[in-house]
């Protein structure tokens, strides 16, 4: 069997709700601590990604640990987050098994971000700080509605949507509001960075076109 597509183990760990955990940890420590007191360095400068702090430093965990870290400034980025992690994440989950939900989560996460950094340094964007967990969300519900193409998403608790029809509706919005640069201090890049990885990773891992998937 290739490799790359070899299967892990299924197991169901709870993944979903460890990193749900972390992220608030982080968060707490962000509100309450403000800096790491070995270093003496704030948190939000140390683990969100910032393009001048890896090219000159070679913080280069930033890629990864900038899903982890959410605005203090504002609680309700964190909470749409995690609250879309635990609804399609804990599903995704049960459908992939931990480990693979594990690698999924992370890689196009990683891979978002360094994407981003990539995009900030050819538009001159080098001081940004990204931060927040949405690229990796945009993937799991990418997974989501290729594994369960019939579910109903009731959109704000009212409108019913088909699971493909919600995930690429809000896709479709993040490249309007890329493109003309609307929809307030959001890091739309990252979010469909996020979304094109989990599709390749679909495509690689598991021989999959999410569209057909999402279609049938």
């Given at each position: 069997m290739n490799i790359i597509r070899?299967?892990?183990r299924y197991r169901n760990d709870n993944v979903v709700f460890i990193l749900i955990g972390i992220t608030f940890l982080v968060y707490m420590a962000q509100m309450f601590l403000r800096t790491i007191p070995i270093v003496n360095l704030p948190i939000i400068s140390v683990f969100s990604m910032n393009p001048v702090l890896v090219m000159r430093l070679g913080w280069v965990w930033q890629f990864v640990t900038?899903?982890?870290?959410?605005?203090?400034?504002?609680?309700?980025h964190i909470l749409f987050n995690m609250f879309a992690l635990f609804i399609f994440g804990r599903q995704v989950e049960w459908k992939m098994g931990s480990r693979e939900f594990l690698l999924y989560y992370m890689l196009t996460g990683t891979l978002a971000g360094i994407f981003s950094f990539f995009v900030y340094l050819f538009t001159g964007q080098v001081w940004i700080s990204l931060m927040g967990?949405?690229?990796?969300?945009?993937?799991?519900?990418?997974?989501?509605a290729a594994f369960f193409p019939d579910s109903i998403i009731y959109l704000w608790g009212i409108l019913p949507l088909r699971a493909p029809v919600m995930v690429l509706g809000f896709t479709s919005l993040e490249l309007v509001f890329m493109f003309t640069r609307s929809g307030g201090n959001v890091a739309h890049t990252t979010h469909l960075a996020g979304f094109a990885f989990g599709w390749l990773y679909f495509t690689i891992r598991f021989g999959?076109?999410?569209?057909?998937?999402?279609?049938?």
């Open positions: 070899r299967p892990f900038y899903m982890f870290i959410h605005s203090p400034q504002n609680m309700g967990a949405s690229g990796a969300i945009f993937a799991v519900q990418l997974a989501y999959i076109n999410p569209w057909r998937a999402m279609r049938r």
